[in-house]
């Protein structure tokens, strides 16, 4: 007879602090041959530690399945489809990790002499030349970790030119369609943000810009493609009103993804701009980084570029850290370097058709998406797609359904949800970005789980409203979790004070 059965599979994992026994150990050593001392002794109060109290104690087994579930609880890339718009979460190519585990790369050190470390620098002096023919600059720094540090050394660069010209000015001019790590960056470099409106077509609206700029005008942050997936048309015209004010046009390359290959922002008149390469460049992305985000500029802000700067000197890679003008240093070191081989074997393996094609791939699945998911959701903005679409829950809102419910119940179907209520300029957004490298088969299976959902609010919306059903945890009340967390720790359960 089955008196208890355990699942293996579906469980909900304890803490390993719960399945901790006293005196369980993941090894065993012979016993001692020769003559025991006082570690504090022979080493030094300082350098020994007494045991972690309530350290938890299980067997090598217990640890590794514990983990091993645990990591069954992630949806990830390698499981499925992971539309989240404006992250461009593409599969992360096997090379790149195969490439970055070469023993002389791995393990190279920052406190390596130069003269051991050409290999290394030589990956990175590449990675510099080839970001900056794709971008159409004249220069690039790899330091920044991610994005929004990206943005913020870009600004911080804008501020130094300027500054050197005399007056550092006030303000940067943001779209309201912008991503919130823009303002953030506006306001930490110590300018005052102002908004600019979009238009109908979701695009700024040139008239009401060109008001905007006067000689307080720092510069403009402008994402393009934007984060409704259009590519701002008039951005040449934009470039030219700002520049004709003294100011600057930086511009936010998260989507790049919808440009490599096919238009380069050094070409329409973008004075500096960062790169995510763990969006665009297959580097791994998410559980909290390592990122990368480095920053493009022209020649006109070369002087401030962070130090110290990676040169090539005759047949030899050095670092010059002479850069009177350099606003310093933004990261330890170098820069998350293992993200930097990652980028260049992507980048490699695709050759530049290559990468071309990728860009018109994920501008292809976009549109696949938009076309056929439209005559079932709300599409506010009709202005061409790029490499990502925006819905809204407009249409499901009539029966009590929101984006966040129709997300939860994706779940169930085995996709990873879309980003929610981002761009805030569409009210109830559903904003999908499908990348490259998806098959025709994954984007089918996840259309048609849009479109039977739509079909599921018709006939029995508190379905979805409950969803999902087939998780762990389904419902959680997301506001008191975020409000009151309860952390357990060893067991105990604590509602925070
Ligand atoms: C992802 C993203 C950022 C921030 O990049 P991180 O690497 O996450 O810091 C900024 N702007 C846009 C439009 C983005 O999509």
């Given at each position: 007879?089955?008196?208890?059965?355990?699942?293996?599979?579906?469980?909900?994992?304890?803490?390993?602090?719960?399945?901790?026994?006293?005196?369980?150990?993941?090894?065993?050593?012979?016993?001692?041959?020769?003559?025991?001392?006082?570690?504090?002794?022979?080493?030094?109060?300082?350098?020994t530690r007494s045991e972690i109290e309530?350290?938890?104690?299980?067997?090598?087994?217990?640890?590794?399945?514990?983990?091993?579930?645990?990591?069954?609880?992630?949806?990830?890339?390698?499981?499925?489809?992971?539309?989240?718009?404006?992250?461009?979460?593409?599969?992360?190519?096997?090379?790149?990790?195969?490439?970055?585990?070469?023993?002389?790369?791995?393990?190279?050190?920052?406190?390596?002499?130069?003269?051991?470390?050409?290999?290394?620098?030589?990956?990175?002096?590449?990675?510099?030349?080839?970001?900056?023919?794709?971008?159409?600059?004249?220069?690039?720094?790899?330091?920044?970790?991610?994005?929004?540090?990206?943005?913020?050394?870009?600004?911080?660069?804008?501020?130094?030119?300027?500054?050197?010209?005399?007056?550092?000015?006030?303000?940067?001019?943001?779209?309201?369609?912008?991503?919130?790590?823009?303002?953030?960056?506006?306001?930490?470099?110590?300018?005052?943000?102002?908004?600019?409106?979009?238009?109908?077509?979701?695009?700024?609206?040139?008239?009401?810009?060109?008001?905007?700029?006067?000689?307080?005008?720092?510069?403009?942050?402008?994402?393009?493609?934007?984060?409704?997936?259009?590519?701002?048309?008039?951005?040449?015209?934009?470039?030219?009103?700002?520049?004709?004010?003294?100011?600057?046009?930086?511009?936010?390359?998260?989507?790049?993804?919808?440009?490599?290959?096919?238009?380069?922002?050094?070409?329409?008149?973008?004075?500096?701009?960062?790169?995510?390469?763990?969006?665009?460049?297959?580097?791994?992305?998410?559980?909290?980084?390592?990122?990368?985000?480095?920053?493009?500029?022209?020649?006109?802000?070369?002087?401030?570029?962070?130090?110290?700067?990676?040169?090539?000197?005759?047949?030899?890679?050095?670092?010059?850290?002479?850069?009177?003008?350099?606003?310093?240093?933004?990261?330890?070191?170098?820069?998350?370097?293992?993200?930097?081989?990652r980028a260049l074997a992507y980048i490699?393996?695709?050759?530049?058709?290559?990468?071309?094609?990728?860009?018109?791939?994920?501008?292809?699945?976009?549109?696949?998406?938009?076309?056929?998911?439209?005559?079932?959701?709300?599409?506010?903005?009709?202005?061409?797609?790029?490499?990502?679409?925006?819905?809204?829950?407009?249409?499901?809102?009539?029966?009590?359904?929101?984006?966040?419910?129709?997300?939860?119940?994706?779940?169930?179907?085995?996709?990873?949800?879309?980003?929610?209520?981002?761009?805030?300029?569409?009210?109830?957004?559903?904003?999908?970005?499908?990348?490259?490298?998806?098959?025709?088969?994954?984007?089918?299976?996840?259309?048609?789980?849009?479109?039977?959902?739509?079909?599921?609010?018709?006939?029995?919306?508190?379905?979805?409203?409950?969803?999902?059903?087939?998780?762990?945890?389904?419902?959680?009340?997301?506001?008191?979790?975020?409000?009151?967390?309860?952390?357990?720790?060893?067991?105990?359960?604590?509602?925070?004070?």
């Amino acid at each position: 007879m089955i008196k208890k059965v355990r699942q293996h599979i579906n469980q909900n994992e304890p803490l390993l602090f719960e399945n901790s026994s006293p005196g369980k150990r993941g090894y065993q050593l012979p016993p001692l041959d020769v003559p025991s001392v006082d570690p504090a002794a022979a080493l030094g109060a300082s350098n020994t530690r007494s045991e972690i109290e309530g350290f938890p104690e299980v067997s090598e087994v217990e640890a590794i399945r514990h983990f091993t579930r645990l990591s069954t609880h992630n949806y990830a890339i390698d499981l499925g489809l992971y539309p989240l718009g404006s992250c461009t979460m593409k599969y992360n190519p096997r090379v790149n990790e195969q490439v970055a585990r070469i023993e002389g790369l791995a393990w190279a050190h920052p406190y390596q002499p130069e003269s051991l470390s050409q290999g290394i620098l030589e990956v990175m002096g590449t990675l510099e030349q080839i970001l900056a023919e794709i971008t159409g600059m004249d220069a690039v720094t790899l330091q920044p970790a991610a994005g929004a540090h990206g943005e913020f050394t870009g600004i911080l660069l804008i501020r130094a030119l300027l500054q050197s010209q005399g007056n550092a000015r006030k303000k940067l001019l943001i779209p309201d369609s912008a991503h919130g790590t823009n303002p953030a960056t506006a306001t930490m470099a110590g300018y005052k943000v102002e908004n600019i409106k979009s238009n109908e077509r979701g695009m700024v609206d040139v008239e009401s810009l060109a008001r905007a700029v006067d000689e307080d005008v720092a510069a403009l942050m402008i994402t393009n493609p934007n984060t409704l997936g259009v590519f701002e048309e008039n951005i040449t015209r934009i470039a030219e009103i700002l520049h004709s004010k003294g100011a600057l046009v930086y511009m936010d390359g998260a989507n790049m993804n919808a440009l490599v290959g096919v238009a380069r922002p050094g070409d329409f008149g973008v004075d500096v701009m960062h790169l995510n390469l763990h969006k665009t460049f297959s580097t791994p992305h998410g559980g909290g980084g390592p990122g990368s985000g480095p920053v493009a500029v022209k020649k006109h802000l070369i002087p401030f570029l962070p130090k110290p700067r990676l040169e090539r000197v005759g047949e030899r890679w050095t670092w010059n850290y002479d850069r009177p003008q350099s606003v310093g240093r933004v990261r330890a070191f170098y820069g998350n370097i293992g993200m930097h081989v990652r980028a260049l074997a992507y980048i490699m393996a695709h050759g530049g058709d290559g990468l071309r094609n990728a860009t018109l791939d994920a501008v292809l699945n976009a549109n696949y998406i938009r076309a056929l998911i439209e005559p079932y959701y709300d599409l506010p903005h009709k202005a061409p797609t790029m490499h990502e679409c925006v819905f809204s829950d407009e249409r499901q809102t009539k029966r009590g359904v929101h984006t966040g419910d129709i997300a939860k119940r994706l779940i169930d179907y085995g996709f990873h949800p879309y980003t929610v209520s981002f761009p805030l300029i569409v009210h109830g957004a559903m904003m999908i970005e499908p990348t490259e490298t998806e098959s025709k088969a994954e984007l089918d299976l996840f259309v048609d789980a849009l479109i039977s959902i739509a079909a599921e609010i018709d006939t029995d919306a508190e379905l979805v409203l409950k969803a999902p059903h087939h998780t762990r945890t389904s419902r959680v009340d997301e506001v008191t979790a975020a409000r009151k967390p309860i952390v357990r720790w060893k067991g105990v359960t604590e509602p925070r004070p």
